[in-house]
């Protein structure tokens, strides 16, 4: 439960902002020209998506943390 | 570095990992973008992106998302495993501790109990029988002296059991389990509470033994009704103590466990039979009882008390819950009031407080009938209360607080306290309160001021004029004329006439020569604790001189205890129902068969005021209590202003009882009753005290007071009242001079001058209506002239 909470909002947040900044054409490539063929996936993956899956991952491991010290308190206390 | 190092690794040509199709795809880039790295033709843009800390960063959270759940997942694991062989169990939660408080009259008959809706009753281990435990065993835990605390095949049972009936049908906690959660984790639903359950079951079987762990248990588990422990459930649904269930009983107790609302007998008898039917099948099947056995508890049904077969065939009979049903509410009301009072409530509905009363039910029952008897006829709110108690030992042997307890509740035997924020220890008068507000007493208040008198030095036969009306000195505005009963008056009167005949206007001359205040504490502490000692009333205001014609509240309760007083020889036994408490450990919290009397007023006084009172019986206004008894019975009529309120309180040396009477929702007079055009205390009150102390002194030897030792020293010379404040009380009360019949020829007195005008009691036989002459001037009115000469 305490890993859902945490992180499907995440998810979602993390997806909405990059679609949306995506679409305003202002979010810089991961790679600009010099490395990636043209419309090539890394050329399309704009750096934020990046970004965004990183805090989701950051999320889910916090929710992990979490879960392990309320798991440790409830099963000594 | 990092980008040479990684072309190091991943430029190889026929290296292991790279495929040949992946060789194509990088080479086809770099001609596209004619870029080489380090002059070798091995392009490679994940290299590029591989060089981006971004990449990198990405990568590992993403291992790290991988392998933190498993980490977590297993060092909980190893902690669940590991933690239930040395952790120390957390402190229990309380149990339910409320037990039943039992009432028992002087037989040793329980007449009430007191308790709240939930109820434990402690039980012995030993007490627990064999059948209750296999009964409890085999319904709710089958392998519980087989598991440690949680049972996993009971687990998997129980879940392929909700598989196949498609939802929830068995659950799968042990006995540990349910201890646990009863005693530690409580019932929260959530996956937390759950572990720690099954952590703190493990811990459990560690540290106690599966008996122990079963009796704990069972003096936990609920059992519905508000029974928490099969001490409780075998009393509530059985009335039994728990060593004496049968099998039938024992499984239909541990046929509830599962749920005890659902599976009510008195509600549901159904369906705690199909649980009956239930567990002892199971039993069966568990080989803990035998196919005899079997055969002889499955036809006992549950029944419920009042549909008992009448063919004597065996049950398992549910009697109906506990109540308040008791013979004598009115009693047990006042018990209830005067144990709060004294102990507060936690003690009265959870102490199990073990009380010996008082009560005399034969008592009660002739109080009972003389007051159904005075109110017969009549109909509501007209009401009658009385209180009856033996003033040697205080204990009230009986008490009518009204016509009908199930229509009010109200105690109108009782009083109104000032509100009590702690209970009252100690063995002196207490103030018990009963719902109502406490009357006014009338001429009754009367006998207080002559015992303050007498305790101050004054005689019996010091003499005051008795106008028929008098006016307070130096006092005006209302209430500062008081005046006599239909206005009579007389000529010089001594203290005894006056009393003997209830003149107001002899008695508000002698409230002010022994002073308001003296009186006032003088009849607090003979036991009216409504009265303010300190001469004040509720609101502030001094009690004035009309205090002596009762302008004070008292409770019928209070006049009894107060007049027993007198009947002691000024010995004080508080009023109490109580003859012995002990808690719910047998310690004794109080044992009234031995108290100390406190002396409270000189014995010679007393002596006195029951010599004085006698003649209100003999020949004065109380002549219709007399019960034949001469030297040995004493009282005083009260009637409160504008008839609202009438008295009678009397007393042997063996009884004192005050009886009221008057309407219970207002001070309406009490006019036009039974034939009786105005109620004074001498009529119907005086009456009814007559019909119940004559039954209850049938066949007991007549005991005669004490004659006082001396003679009256020489009446001092009342100091003139210099001020007298004017009265702040409510106004005066009114008693006739009497209300008997009248001599036919007036019969002249002797002795005063000018002359008095009462005979002297001993020239009329007991059983004769008393002589009494009209007082000489004024002569009577025509009106009273009818009156009296419609009470002959």
């Not at chain 2, 008795?466 to 006016?471: D, E, K, L, N």
Request: proline share 9%; charged share 20%; glycine share 10%.
């Amino acid at each position: 439960m305490l890993v859902l909470l945490i992180v499907v909002p995440a998810v979602i947040v993390a997806v909405g902002v990059v679609a949306v900044l995506d679409w305003l054409g202002v979010l810089p490539r991961l790679d600009t020209g010099t490395a990636s063929a043209p419309g090539s996936f890394l050329e399309r993956l704009p750096r934020a998506g990046l970004y965004a899956a990183a805090g989701v991952m950051a999320a889910w491991i916090v929710a992990w943390v979490v879960l392990f010290v309320v798991g440790i308190s409830t099963l000594s206390g | 570095m990092g980008r040479s190092s990684l072309r190091v690794q991943t430029s190889g040509r026929g290296g292991s990992w790279v495929s040949a199709q992946w060789e194509e795809r990088l080479f086809a880039s770099e001609a596209v973008f004619g870029r080489r790295i380090g002059g070798a033709a091995r392009p490679w843009p994940t290299i590029e992106a591989w060089d981006d800390p971004l990449v990198r960063g990405v990568t590992a959270l993403a291992v790290a998302s991988a392998l933190v759940p498993v980490l977590v997942v297993g060092l909980l694991s190893v902690f669940l495993l590991a933690s239930p062989l040395s952790g120390a169990l957390p402190a229990e939660r309380p149990a339910i501790d409320s037990q039943i408080t039992r009432v028992y009259d002087r037989n040793g008959v329980e007449i009430a109990n007191f308790r709240r809706y939930d109820t434990s009753l402690p039980v012995a281990r030993a007490d627990i029988p064999p059948v209750l435990v296999d009964a409890v065993v085999a319904a709710e835990d089958q392998r519980f002296y087989s598991h440690k605390g949680v049972d996993s095949r009971g687990i998997i049972r129980a879940f392929m059991a909700d598989l196949r009936g498609g939802g929830y049908v068995e659950g799968a906690s042990t006995i540990t389990q349910q201890y646990v959660r009863m005693a530690y984790v409580g019932d929260e639903r959530t996956m937390g509470r759950k572990l720690r359950e099954a952590v703190l079951a493990g811990r459990l079987e560690k540290k106690l033994s599966k008996d122990e762990i079963l009796y704990r248990y069972l003096s936990r588990a609920y059992f519905g009704s508000g029974a928490y422990g099969v001490g409780a459930a075998a009393d509530t649904y059985f009335r039994k103590p728990v060593k004496d269930l049968t099998l039938s009983e024992a499984a239909m107790l541990a046929g509830l466990l599962t749920a005890p609302s659902l599976h009510d007998p008195r509600t549901s008898p159904a369906d705690a039979e199909y649980q009956r039917v239930r567990v002892l099948d199971k039993m069966a099947d568990q080989h803990r009882i035998s196919p005899t056995q079997l055969a002889e508890a499955r036809p006992q049904r549950v029944t419920l008390a009042e549909d008992m077969p009448r063919d004597g065939s065996p049950a398992t009979v549910v009697q109906p819950p506990r109540t308040v049903e008791t013979k004598y509410p009115w009693f047990s009301d006042y018990v209830r009031s005067y144990l709060l009072a004294r102990y507060g409530d936690q003690a009265v509905y959870a102490g199990g407080l073990r009380v010996e009363t008082s009560l005399d039910p034969d008592l009660q029952a002739k109080a009972e009938a003389a007051v159904g008897e005075a109110l017969k006829g009549t109909s509501a709110p007209l009401d009658m209360a009385l209180v009856s108690l033996d003033p040697a030992t205080g204990q009230v042997k009986a008490l009518v607080g009204g016509r009908d307890f199930a229509r009010s509740q109200v105690n109108l035997a009782l009083g109104s306290c000032p509100a009590q924020s702690q209970p009252q220890p100690g063995d002196g008068p207490i103030c018990v309160p009963g719902g109502g507000s406490g009357r006014q007493p009338g001429s009754a208040f009367k006998p207080f001021t002559l015992a303050e008198a007498l305790e101050q030095g004054m005689s019996v036969d010091k003499t005051y004029r008795g106008p028929s009306t008098y006016t307070y000195p130096h006092c005006t505005g209302v209430g500062c004329t008081v005046h006599n009963a239909e206005s009579g008056g007389y000529g010089y009167l001594t203290l005894r006439q006056a009393t003997a005949y209830s003149v107001n206007t002899v008695y508000a001359q002698l409230i002010q020569d022994v002073g308001v205040k003296k009186v006032a504490s003088l009849a607090n502490r003979m036991g009216l604790t409504m009265v303010n000692p300190d001469g004040q009333q509720p609101n502030g205001e001094p009690y004035g001189p009309s205090l002596t014609l009762g302008a004070a509240e008292v409770s019928p309760l209070d006049m009894a205890a107060a007049y027993g007083v007198f009947a002691n020889r000024g010995m004080q036994e508080a009023a109490t129902p109580i003859v012995k408490v002990t808690d719910s450990t047998g310690k004794v919290l109080e044992d009234n068969r031995a108290r100390a009397a406190k002396r409270v007023l000189a014995e010679n006084v007393a002596d006195q005021v029951n010599d004085v009172l006698k003649d209100v019986i003999g020949h004065g206004t109380g002549t219709a209590a007399d019960i034949g008894r001469p030297n040995g019975t004493a009282g005083k009529t009260g009637t409160a202003e504008n008839y609202s309120n009438a008295w009678f309180v009397g007393y042997t040396p063996q009884l004192s009882t005050a009886v009221w009477m008057g309407y219970s929702d207002s001070l309406r007079p009490l006019v036009n009753i039974k034939g009786v055009s105005r109620v004074f205390g001498g009529t119907i009150p005086a009456k009814a005290w007559h019909d119940y102390m004559a039954a209850a002194l049938d066949g007991v030897p007549p005991v005669d007071f004490v004659p006082p030792s001396k003679p009256a020293p020489p009446p001092p010379v009342p100091a003139a009242p210099s001020v007298t404040p004017a009265p702040t009380t409510p106004p005066v009360t009114y008693e006739p001079p009497v209300d008997v019949p009248l001599p036919a020829d007036p019969v002249p007195l002797p002795t005063y001058s000018p002359p008095v005008v009462i005979v002297p009691p001993a020239t009329t036989p007991t059983t004769e209506p008393p002589i009494i002459s009209p007082p000489p001037s004024p002569a009577l009115t025509p009106l009273q002239g009818i009156l009296r000469g419609l009470q002959r």
